[in-house]
């Protein structure tokens, strides 16, 4: 059996748009890709570590343990052997708290994906294969998070191909969320049920494309 970790923020977790509730395994794009591949004929075995509020290397001063760099690697550790990690960071690296842009976020996915391929697993385990997702673009938050993201569609204009350029040189796959889902209208940052399903199917796609598995 393959095993795939995806190491995420809330766009993964599930959240629907301006609730505080999560949509279930089968509905939120995570289960979509492990149901997709599995279809496909491959054993998969998909682990969800996704946190709200995420950013790939930066602390929330408000809430502990939004810095994704740190445990990574005893992430990377924990779950060994991996055959996979799917990143899909960076857009609460656009919250107000941060006044970064593009290329200073696709930095930090960079130093995420050095954590990993650097991670303390046992010596006959493999390093696992490194996807690199680029989140659909913030488009005009609304709702009660959009203070947290004021200006957010402003500055993060670019990450795709940032992101695009950091996976090319870090010899890592790349695969850009805007070219199958925007971003849901509701807030302007989540993804509903239906781009879940969509994200889900072209992820598995583009992982059995590529033969990563």
Not at 39 to 52: D, W
Not at 103 to 111: E, H, P, R, Y
Not at 155 to 184: I, K, M, P
Request: aromatic share 6%; with cysteine.
């Amino acid at each position: 059996m393959k095993q795939i970790l995806i190491y995420a923020d809330s766009l993964t977790w599930g959240i629907i748009p301006n609730t505080r509730n999560r949509l279930p395994f089968d509905q939120r794009w995570p289960g979509v890709f492990e149901h997709a591949v599995r279809q496909a004929g491959t054993s998969v075995r998909v682990i969800e570590n996704c946190l709200n509020g995420r950013r790939t290397v930066w602390p929330d001063p408000f809430k502990p343990g939004r810095d994704g760099s740190e445990g990574l690697a005893q992430v990377i550790e924990m779950h060994s052997p991996l055959d996979l990690v799917i990143l899909l960071l960076g857009t609460n690296d656009f919250q107000c708290t941060h006044q970064h842009n593009a290329w200073l976020s696709a930095q930090g996915t960079a130093k995420l994906i050095q954590i990993i391929r650097q991670a303390p697993i046992e010596p006959v385990m493999p390093v696992p294969d490194i996807l690199v997702v680029s989140p659909p673009q913030i488009i005009a938050p609304k709702g009660p998070i959009a203070h947290k993201f004021k200006d957010a569609e402003l500055r993060c204009v670019g990450l795709s191909a940032a992101l695009q350029q950091v996976a090319e040189e870090a010899g890592v796959h790349f695969f850009d969320a805007a070219r199958v889902t925007d971003a849901s209208v509701v807030d302007g940052i989540h993804l509903d049920a239906p781009q879940h399903r969509v994200l889900g199917d072209a992820i598995a796609k583009e992982v059995l494309d590529l033969a990563i598995l």
